[in-house]
């Protein structure tokens, strides 16, 4: 293993290397240039490769992502930078109508490959406008992938992977494990898209982590092994197309299944899970399946309301003594 | 600017192809057994496609509209696979899925039309930028209508074009109906392309109906944009025989506008004007429509022999 590195330079150096190794990918967003974002997670990337392929763009997020769409049709691998969430409401038009139909519509004359960046910010006071976490929305478009790293390693694996994908792939990345540091492997590795991996292996519960959350359910995992109760943690990383084989072998072990998410539960990848393991599970469950997620309300700004909107360690442990007890 | 003789009998077949292909079209839409889903039809505004797509090789692309039968064939996409996808079999050019409102022809420049107004000048801002990125020496030029001015797209896809210096052709037909609403209900001045000054590029408003005209002006622009200099706009006025969509009734459009607009029709001006400069003479023109009709029959007999896509085919090239 190589030295730790921060969350947020994963990204970054996963994008330099496949610019290194690519002629064809480019990055493109608003501040992408000399700030790097404005949490400068692309930091450096204009010095090396110059402004034609670290492209500064008015804020124009539907020009952006249409851009890209367009750009990717003609056989480049742009890598779009939205930065908030909740920004992308504003070219869900792109995304949705013409990148994730565009292959399928024309009849497979074109491939789309393209990366569009979004960050989930909860935990930030950023409030009604900056904190949304709203992958459930394009996890439910075909022909569009939706990953959500959770480490430094599978930062830069999923990151890889995603640049390589001929597909247009969505890459949510949360604010809050910008600074979390770890080893990541040396030379060159991806973590594939479409597969899950259990973090930690048990018999008492299974529980699935989408996103940040998995360092919520690593706490709660740790309280509840003091209590005697092994769960086995998931952690999902790709929320379109979904690993449900391995949610499906993990639930005949342990027969009982919780799923925790930022987003709201309502509508949610949870719900979206929970319905797909009791169509083929329901023998094998001893206890409903439940999830651990935030209200059907709206992120507030205020810290109170903030912390009581967002799922946490507590709210989860909360939730798998309830459904042992 | 000198235009040959072969490059105005090109010009006005490429017309009549598109007007042929059209009006059989309707009758098969209208006889209402074969065609599924929605039809826009662009009988009138045929020199605005083709004297721009004219100036353009397959390596040049378009983007076009909801009502893009005339610029795909202007461009020089085959009719049989067209006509084919139009009667959703296997054989159209996007397998059956695409219909009307959505196909393209990759190989021939043809990158889409598109179901959302306005949305081909986002996506042509991205193949513009390919095409500078891959230093090519390629353009990309992007239809759309009066309609299409008010959207967010024209303003974030002109300044971002203007703002990257990118090869996009702005190509503004103005019909006068966003679907039913009269352009001066919905554009605040007499010529959009006046726009164009805004974000630094040059805008033409031209006659849209003279073929001639339009076929140099978007040489021009062509030129412009393939020197780098970024995008250019041109507004060309012409008007929309048929109504929004087959089985508009109309009621919107005044008595006696369309009579008026049909003693202007591109295809029968340019008629009269090649008889008079003796380019072509009343046999030649004949033999010019059989041809077409020809082309758009053996297009339509393709499409029947062709069959319906199997069931699979809608879980396919979801992904690549």
């Given at each position: 293993m190589g030295k730790p590195i921060m969350f947020q330079w994963a990204i970054n150096h996963a994008i330099a290397e496949e610019m290194r190794r690519d002629p064809t990918v480019f990055i493109i967003g608003e501040d992408v240039g000399k700030p790097g974002g404005p949490f400068g997670v692309t930091r450096g990337i204009i010095d090396e490769f110059g402004p034609e392929r670290a492209v500064d763009t008015p804020i124009s997020e539907g020009a952006i992502i249409g851009l890209c769409v367009g750009a990717a049709a003609a056989g480049l691998r742009p890598v779009a930078e939205i930065m908030f969430m909740n920004f992308i409401t504003l070219c869900v038009e792109e995304l949705y109508n013409q990148a994730s139909k565009m292959r399928w519509m024309f009849g497979a004359q074109v491939k789309v490959p393209m990366v569009v960046r979004a960050m989930t910010a909860g935990g930030y006071g950023a409030g009604p406008h900056h904190s949304s976490s709203l992958e459930s929305w394009f996890a439910s478009m075909p022909g569009l992938k939706v990953v959500m790293p959770s480490t430094p390693v599978n930062a830069k694996g999923l990151m890889k992977a995603a640049i390589r994908d001929d597909n247009p792939v969505l890459y949510v990345e949360p604010l809050s494990s910008y600074r979390i540091k770890a080893e990541i492997p040396e030379g060159d590795y991806i973590t594939p898209i479409g597969k899950c991996e259990i973090v930690r292996e048990g018999t008492d519960i299974t529980i699935v982590s989408v996103g940040r959350m998995l360092q919520e359910a690593l706490k709660a995992v740790d309280v509840l092994e003091k209590d005697g109760i092994k769960p086995e943690l998931i952690d999902l990383l790709t929320i379109n197309p979904l690993d449900m084989e391995t949610i499906y072998a993990s639930v005949k072990k342990t027969n009982r299944l919780v799923i925790i998410h930022e987003?709201?539960?309502?509508?949610g990848i949870g719900a979206e899970i929970a319905a797909s393991v009791q169509e083929k599970m329901f023998d094998w469950l001893d206890a409903p399946v439940e999830r651990v997620a935030a209200p059907f309300t709206h992120i507030a700004f205020q810290p109170k309301l903030e912390q009581h909107y967002l799922p946490d360690a507590t709210k989860l442990v909360a939730k798998v003594k309830q459904m042992l007890g | 600017m000198k235009i040959s003789k072969e490059t105005k009998i090109d010009l006005f077949t490429r017309m009549v192809k598109i007007r042929t292909f059209e009006d059989e079209t309707h009758k098969i839409f209208m006889a209402g057994k074969e065609m599924p889903g929605f039809l826009h039809l662009s009988q009138g505004e045929e020199a605005m496609a083709v004297g721009t797509c004219a100036n353009l090789t397959f390596d040049d692309a378009i983007y076009t509209t909801h009502r893009g039968h005339g610029c795909i064939i202007a461009k020089g996409a085959d009719l049989k696979p067209m006509m084919a996808e139009l009667f959703g079999r296997i054989d159209g050019c996007c397998k059956g899925r695409a219909g009307s409102m959505h196909f393209a022809d990759v190989k021939t420049g043809c990158m889409g039309s598109n179901g959302i107004v306005g949305e081909g000048m986002r996506l042509a801002i991205g193949t513009a930028f390919a095409q500078k990125y891959q230093k090519t020496k390629n353009v990309t030029a992007v239809f759309f209508g009066d309609?299409?001015?008010?959207?967010?797209a024209f303003h974030e896809s002109f300044n971002m074009a203007a703002t990257l210096k990118l090869p996009v052709i702005f190509v503004c037909s103005i019909n006068f109906y966003a679907q039913m609403t009269h352009k001066s209900v919905h554009?605040?001045?007499?010529?959009?392309?006046?726009?164009?000054a805004g974000y630094g590029a040059p805008g033409v408003t031209i006659d849209g109906n003279d073929v001639e005209l339009v076929y140099e002006e978007v040489s021009k622009a062509v030129k412009h944009c393939r020197a780098g200099k970024g995008p250019y706009m041109i507004e060309g006025i012409t008007y929309r025989h048929?109504?929004?969509?087959?089985?508009?009734?109309?009621?919107?459009r005044p008595a006696g506008e369309l009579e008026e607009w049909l003693k202007k029709d591109p295809i029968v001006l340019y008629e009269q004007k090649l008889l008079k400069e003796g380019v072509l003479d009343e046999k030649r023109i004949q033999q010019i429509k059989e041809e077409c009709k020809n082309l758009v029959d053996e297009a339509v007999a393709f499409a029947r022999q062709s069959p319906q896509p199997d069931i699979e085919e809608l879980y396919k090239d979801i992904l690549a």
């Open positions: 987003a709201k539960q309502t509508m | 309609g299409a001015t008010g959207t967010g554009i605040p001045i007499e010529h959009v392309a006046d726009r164009a048929h109504g929004h969509f087959i089985g508009d009734p109309c009621n919107y």
